[in-house]
């Protein structure tokens, strides 16, 4: 009986492993955005207008990130946020692009900044393609004390021949530099000398083999008397090689100040971006009166009341909440670019949700589309704080396009 | 003089019989233990090293001018002290620090060409790793010459971490050169930080000169350094004093 269960046990263990393995190869290609807490998704950053083009490059060609995020206003208190330091990155399997420039409204994103909860800031990425292959790309923000923050995603395809990659830049001192191999000579002939210095000493005392056995006994039986094993040659040996290394480290801090007479230590420190009014911010403002999510129906209900202080009407067209877009199709087309853009075509429905302008009205809107499930965003409901953010895109009847952030506490509906 | 046969037919047996057999016994026993004391010097230091050190000599960019200095030396005497211990009072052998290092080195180097190059595809002058050789050579030849652990901390000691600064500028002079870029200051190492992409590895998680001693102007280098030495020298006689505790193999003769 005992053989018998622990057989079964085996088996068990062994057909969970292979289970799991199959599960993993199939979606394990992009950057483990599921993983994440939904709460987390939802109430960290609001990334909106990401365009990432073109999506086939060949190495040394360019691609281009733009967009908008807004850390969110219901950021959690548990969490330090981006208004201490933050950094604007982006998501590639290592350095497959190389990024040559990256602004936060129009300030180059080198060194770290922080950026204002609930604010809207326009950023703009340029890659250069190094290495071939297909990867998806993401925006990042990295908050410290926090970590990465992912936004959307895209797949580049990267084409050509690897061998071509470039990446030169000028100096202040004058010089054409190749970023790929400068300074190597420096480091493999330096670093040759001091492996042929080590060596040398190594081998000066393996020449004495054998050395374990004999010197151990030696050294047990002179007893206190050992260090008349080290002979005059021995230490003749030690004083040339503590001169050679005293004076090649000597002539190597010589010889690198004068071919490099003009360094200035590693920079370091934040930057300052100053927020630019969006026009798009401020224009409607909306109270969450309610917010469920059905469970068996997929179906996330907001009851909403919404101010509208434009002159002109509006409707929702979009409800972005983690980086899925659920769209109303009466009020806009979107289709998904690629296999991994999260988009519910027609997962937004608004009853009567025309809004006059200057006028005050209550709408009831449904997110309803089986990305809730796959994209994990219903785990919100085992979160420690069932709490839900995301962004509305209000249209009006001039093309205008008003967006606001919503949050709340979200309740589950079992039944 | 026994002859072979009187030999083998003797009472008490043994494998060796003559001088000659002896010294091939000895040898052969170099020739085993060495090799390994070299691949296990490599994987502890590696360990070691990986744990305490770690970016700050993974990456160009990350060697600044006040703890880079620090940590470095600080790490790299644990072994040297330790092993050096052993090795002067059982075979009077002043190797630890120069063997410990190399088998560092070669497995750093192997490291970086495997992992950073070939897999993660970094260009190698980014992920280089330092030079410290020059460090267990002195160590050891300050032990040799003046046969004391007191001395060799007083002097060896200091220099090992005094000196890694100016050991390894020649390597790193290139990547503090300035270049303008966005119109921000920066260096060759800190464009290549920001070029060469790390999604892990945003900006601010560098630790680059986080104190308050930017007081002391353009003296922030020699001031480290010496500081360094001071405590290489605290560091060396601690860790050789547990070299010294560890010797003592107490539990082997408990078993026995």
Not at chain 1, 371 to 397: C, H, K, N, Q, V
Request: hydrophobic fraction near 45%; glycine fraction near 8%.
């Amino acid at each position: 009986m005992f053989i018998l269960s622990r057989v079964v046990g085996e088996g068990c263990k062994i057909a969970l492993m292979l289970m799991s393995f199959f599960v993993a190869t199939t979606d394990a290609v992009a950057h483990g955005e599921r993983a994440q807490q939904a709460g987390l998704r939802m109430r960290a950053v609001q990334w909106f207008d990401t365009k990432i083009e073109p999506v086939n490059v060949k190495i040394n060609e360019e691609i281009r990130i733009t967009g908008k995020f807004v850390p969110s206003k219901f950021w959690p208190e548990h969490m330090k946020s981006p208004a201490d330091a933050a950094f604007l990155n982006v998501g590639v399997p290592g350095p497959t692009f190389i990024r040559l420039d990256s602004r936060v409204n129009g300030v180059p994103m080198i060194r770290s900044t922080s950026f204002e909860l609930g604010k809207t800031y326009s950023y703009e990425m340029r890659l250069k393609a190094r290495k071939t292959g297909r990867y998806h790309v993401h925006t990042v923000l990295s908050v410290e004390g926090t970590g990465p923050v992912i936004g959307p995603g895209a797949w580049v395809e990267v084409g050509g021949n690897e061998g071509n990659f470039e990446n030169t830049v000028k100096t202040l001192t004058g010089d054409n530099i190749d970023l790929e191999s400068y300074g190597m000579r420096n480091i493999v002939v330096w670093s040759t000398i001091w492996f042929g210095m080590g060596l040398a000493w190594f081998i000066y005392w393996l020449l004495k083999c054998p050395i374990i056995v004999p010197r151990f006994k030696m050294v047990a039986k002179l007893g206190d008397k050992a260090d008349e094993m080290i002979t005059n040659g021995d230490k003749k040996a030690a004083a040339i090689f503590l001169g050679i290394t005293l004076f090649l480290i000597g002539f190597g801090y010589f010889w690198a100040q004068e071919k490099y007479p003009i360094t200035t230590p590693l920079q370091t420190g934040k930057v300052h971006v100053p927020h630019r009014h969006d026009p798009g911010e401020d224009k409607v403002d909306v109270e969450v009166i309610d917010a469920r999510y059905r469970i068996p129906g997929r179906s996330f209900e907001l009851t909403l009341r919404v101010k509208n202080k434009t002159d002109q009407r509006v409707q929702l067209g979009n409800f972005t909440i983690a980086n899925v877009r659920f769209i109303n199709s009466k009020v806009l087309k979107v289709k998904p670019v690629d296999s991994h853009d999260l988009v519910a075509s027609e997962g937004l429905r608004v009853e009567d949700g025309m809004i006059d302008a200057n006028a005050t009205k209550e709408i009831k809107v449904f997110a309803e589309d089986a990305l809730w499930e796959t994209y994990r965003l219903t785990s919100l409901i085992y979160d420690p704080d069932s709490r839900f953010a995301g962004m509305l895109f209000f249209f009006g009847d001039n093309g205008d396009r008003f967006h606001t952030e919503v949050g709340g506490p979200m309740l589950p509906v079992f039944m | 003089m026994t002859s072979e046969k009187e030999l083998i037919d003797r009472e008490d047996l043994t494998a060796v019989m003559t001088l000659d057999q002896q010294r091939s016994v000895f040898k052969n026993i170099d020739l085993m233990v060495i090799p390994l004391i070299v691949l296990l010097f490599a994987g502890i230091f590696s360990f070691h090293f990986a744990l305490t050190v770690g970016d700050w000599d993974y990456w160009v960019d990350w060697r600044d001018r006040r703890w880079w200095p620090l940590v470095t030396p600080l790490s790299l005497i644990v072994l040297p002290s330790v092993f050096g211990y052993l090795l002067w009072t059982r075979l009077r052998l002043p190797l630890a620090g120069t063997v410990s290092i190399i088998s560092l080195a070669l497995a750093a180097w192997v490291s970086r060409v495997m992992n950073f190059e070939v897999f993660a595809g970094f260009p190698l002058n980014m992920v280089s790793p330092s030079t410290f050789i020059a460090l267990g050579l002195i160590l050891d030849c300050v032990l040799l010459l003046t046969r004391s652990f007191f001395f060799t901390g007083f002097f060896g000691a200091f220099l090992f971490a005094l000196l890694i600064y100016p050991l390894n500028w020649p390597l790193m002079a290139p990547f503090r050169v300035p270049v303008e870029y966005n119109g921000i200051l920066v260096t060759v190492a800190d464009l290549m930080g920001y070029e060469y992409i790390r999604t892990a590895m945003p900006e601010y998680v560098r630790i680059i000169e986080h104190s308050t001693l930017r007081t002391f102007g353009e003296a922030v280098t020699p001031l480290t350094a010496v500081f360094a030495g001071f405590l290489g020298i605290l560091s060396y006689f601690f860790w050789t004093w547990i070299g010294h505790v560890a010797s003592k193999a107490v539990w082997i003769k408990r078993i026995f």
